[in-house]
């Protein structure tokens, strides 16, 4: 079956800009989550979502970033005032609960010239 | 800082031989971990879990060894093939009290030579 997909694949931006990227998890699961992998590094996480609520953001880094899910299936990461650091690849992932195994997708990499 | 490490940022085989990739951990509330195998320009796919009331898992060519006193979990691979290519990354998850987030070390990036 269909895995957990992302668009866009590459987003580039300024300096500044808004920016959406999109996670269509896998068919039925519940559980969905957001992920930033810098060059070089692992994963580090961002926000968890059960169902349409988050139930996890400790991980974003500042309210600049913001995450929705408001049907309980595919979610949008919204980042305002991109700065250079922001930079990175934006992975996705399911599971058909919490606590089982997440599945990732093949990530957006964002650069902000 | 970091609660999941690895021990080796390069580990390079021969194809055939056996891969062993280790990593330490430090989070001693951490009861569940697993590994993930990253190709180039692909996000991270899911190799083998392994939970805290378990010391040994095996799977299809892969096995995960969990040592809880040391704080040490280790995949080992199979008869490496030119596929198995790729960083490794484990990670560890606090199971319960609603953090349900990953947490990933730095990876290993396993070289096959023919």
């Known amino acids: 079956g269909a895995g957990v997909s992302q668009t866009p694949s590459n987003k580039v931006t300024e300096k500044g800009k808004y920016v959406e990227l999109r996670c269509d998890p896998i068919?039925?699961?519940?559980?969905l989550y957001w992920y930033r992998q810098s060059l070089g590094q692992g994963p580090e996480f961002l926000i968890y979502?059960?169902?349409?609520?988050?139930?996890?953001d400790s991980g974003l880094p500042n309210d600049r970033f913001f995450a929705v899910r408001p049907e309980g299936s595919v979610s949008t990461l919204k980042i305002q005032r991109t700065e250079r650091g922001d930079s990175a690849v934006y992975l996705c992932?399911?599971?058909?609960?919490?606590?089982?195994?997440?599945?990732f997708g093949p990530g957006t990499r964002l650069t902000v010239l | 800082g970091e609660s999941v490490g690895l021990h080796l940022p390069t580990l390079s085989v021969q194809e055939g031989d056996n891969s062993i990739i280790n990593c330490a951990y430090s989070?001693?509330?951490?009861?569940?971990f697993i590994w993930y195998k990253q190709e180039s320009g692909k996000g991270p796919q899911f190799i083998i879990d392994?939970?805290?009331?378990?010391d040994k898992r095996q799977g299809q060519r892969v096995t995960v060894l969990l040592n809880k006193t040391v704080k040490h979990l280790s995949l080992q691979i199979a008869a490496t093939q030119p596929g198995d290519s790729a960083v490794y990354f484990c990670?560890?998850?606090?199971?319960?009290?609603?953090?349900?987030?990953?947490?990933f070390g730095k990876g290993t990036h396993l070289i096959i030579q023919p």
């Open positions: 392994i939970r805290s009331n378990m």
């Open positions: 989070n001693s509330a951490s009861d569940y």
């Open positions: 992932a399911s599971s058909l609960f919490p606590q089982q195994t997440q599945y």
């Open positions: 990670a560890e998850r606090r199971i319960g009290g609603g953090a349900d987030g990953l947490t």
């Open positions: 979502f059960q169902g349409t609520g988050a139930a996890d």
């Open positions: 068919s039925g699961h519940t559980a």
